[in-house]
């Protein structure tokens, strides 16, 4: 298992450098297409159009810094009107949503990767180390510490009395959320080799949704952890370890009782949640989550083009592949737009009636990685430098 482990951290910091480079695909880098067969490989160049929406940015902030090269997609959480962010280096930080004025810090020499997560009281975050820190939402007071075997790179979920912890080695932790001892922890296969990044998991009342590397979705039972389903999201198929990676990257998102996900072999799913069973399948997708409208379905895929796929039925509604090769983030949805970061900092604002850009913003000058974020209509964004910014549509 230790063996398995080094070498899906060394084949991560392979894909990383592709990810980094601008190139949104793994395959390329792997003696893939190139430009020799007449393909472009290059990131799309952006072009100018007519903004049809208007963003205003309300503020920014620096949420700390160190992931830069480390592909642990760091997002903020938000709860009860305030954003909170961890960094590797500068420890957890809290801001006001409106106004973006600092509240608290909690300083760390920990390198906290995995999170935040907020809820109940509680904002909870892991290291690189294994290390379950959990603070006291309202004043940044530690409250609790736990250990788990690997690194946490997956912001910890928080509900119903329990705060589950994703680790990098397909493990799933229970934490009583008051004491932080241990109720329960399950194990998870993991294939030879994966994209660099875990799902958070997804609650719901009784259940655990779990995104797993090797391109499935299980569900658990929340108070002691037993199986419940498990589907494929992700065929591994191929004749290489690299032509099988179909991880479930993305946390699984619920609405109503449908829980939706999406993976790296470009194949986004509907599945009834307390059955398992299949709704829909559609080859759209990627590894990196999903954002759902009243009607649509939102996706992101490998090479760079945003999907609509119908709720209902996974019909393809429309596809934007104007950002090809961008490395485009999970897709969020604020108002009529769905959202992407790229990896130069832009964040583009698509409609969701035709997918056409209508807006276009920049974060600094990296990348951004992580999903956007949205609350109360403001949507945040944070790049891989620790930039945190605030955007209104108006």
Not at 109 to 132: C, F, I, M, Q, T
Not at 343 to 348: C, E, I, P, R
Not at 363 to 386: F, M, Y
Request: charge should be negative; include cysteine.
């Amino acid at each position: 298992m230790l063996e398995r482990i080094m070498f899906k951290r060394i084949m991560a910091i392979a894909v990383l450098a592709v990810v980094l480079s601008g190139c949104s695909t793994v395959k390329g880098w792997f003696g893939g297409k190139g430009k020799d067969d007449g393909k472009p490989t290059e990131p799309a160049e952006l072009v100018d159009f007519t903004a049809t929406a208007t963003v205003s940015k309300l503020w920014s902030a620096n949420a700390g810094k160190g992931e830069d090269r480390l592909g642990v997609h760091q997002g903020p959480a938000v709860a009860d009107g305030r954003v909170y962010a961890a960094a590797v280096e500068g420890g957890v930080r809290a801001f006001d949503l409106q106004t973006g004025k600092s509240v608290w810090q909690y300083k760390s020499e920990e390198r906290l990767a995995g999170g935040p997560g907020a809820g109940d009281g509680l904002v909870v975050v892991g290291s690189l180390d294994g290390k379950v820190i959990a603070l006291d939402a309202a004043t940044g007071a530690e409250k609790w510490q736990a250990k788990v075997p690997n690194e946490v790179i997956a912001a910890p979920a928080i509900g119903q009395g329990l705060v589950l912890v994703r680790s990098n080695d397909g493990r799933v932790s229970a934490f009583d959320a008051a004491t932080g001892e241990r109720r329960w922890f399950s194990n998870h296969d993991l294939p030879s080799l994966s994209v660099r990044g875990n799902a958070p998991v997804t609650l719901a009342p009784g259940i655990v949704f779990v995104g797993n590397d090797d391109g499935t979705l299980s569900a658990m039972g929340l108070n002691d952890g037993r199986p419940l389903w498990n589907q494929v999201i992700g065929v591994p198929e191929g004749r290489t370890e690299l032509e099988r990676m179909a991880d479930v990257d993305g946390a699984p998102v619920l609405d109503g009782t449908t829980v939706y996900a999406t993976s790296f072999k470009k194949e986004t799913v509907a599945i009834d949640g307390p059955s398992g069973r299949p709704l829909w399948s559609r080859d759209n997708g990627g590894p990196g989550g999903l954002g759902l409208s009243s009607g649509n379905v939102i996706v992101s895929d490998p090479a760079g083009s945003v999907w609509a796929l119908d709720k209902a039925s996974g019909a393809p509604l429309w596809s934007n592949t104007s950002l090809a090769r961008r490395s485009l983030t999970a897709p969020t949805v604020q108002g009529d737009f769905a959202v992407v970061g790229d990896f130069d900092g832009y964040v583009h604002w698509l409609r969701l009636d035709n997918g056409q850009e209508a807006a276009r913003e920049r974060v600094g000058g990296k990348a951004v990685r992580a999903k956007p974020v949205v609350a109360d209509g403001i949507l945040l964004v944070q790049n891989v430098e620790g930039e945190l910014s605030a955007f209104r549509l108006q």
